[in-house]
């Protein structure tokens, strides 16, 4: 069986409370040799001096830096992965020109790209039940709009605002084929 396994590289995006994280570890679970890889993960690993993105808008300073060395460390950790025969899933929120870096980081890999995108309103009620500490509601408006204006055309994008978790893994391998 693992002779005619082919890895693949696939990048979960969305705004916060979509649920990329938990989509993208269900979705590698699927496979026989899945790797996920979350970008918050990363983020959390400084442990002194780390400066996340406090406010919406482009970011800047040293929060641009460590966001552009998240972004990096996890497509080196994602490529690694591949290269030993994994497929990776890799979640963060991609956005504008982090479309670009993703692929500059990844260059020459196969990629597929899946946009979460439920309706917004849905968002805001999933973020209520949340144990993770997002930024609010400036924060959903301004993602949703940068996610709908820059990846537009770009990637497999899901209303998810009906789906289980579940579902949606089934319609990303669904509409990906991917065995």
Known sequence: ???????????????????????????????????????????????????????????????????????????????????????VVLNDIIVGERWQHLQEELRSLPCSLVVLAPRLEVVQQRDLSRIKNTQGEAWAHYLDDELRKTMAGIGLWIDSSEQTAEETVDYILQHLRID
């Not at 899945?34 to 002194?48: E, K, N, R, T, Y």
Request: glycine share 10%.
């Open 1 to 87: 069986m693992m002779n005619d396994y082919a890895p693949r590289l696939i990048v979960i995006t969305g705004i916060m409370a979509t649920g990329k994280s938990t989509v993208a570890r269900l979705l590698a679970q699927r496979f026989p040799r899945g790797v996920h890889i979350d970008a918050d993960d990363l983020q959390h690993m400084i442990v002194s001096g780390g400066s996340w993105v406090d406010e919406p808008g482009e970011p800047s300073g040293e929060a641009a830096r460590q966001l552009r060395l998240r972004l990096k460390n996890m497509c080196l950790l994602g490529r690694s992965f591949f290269e030993a025969g994994f497929t």
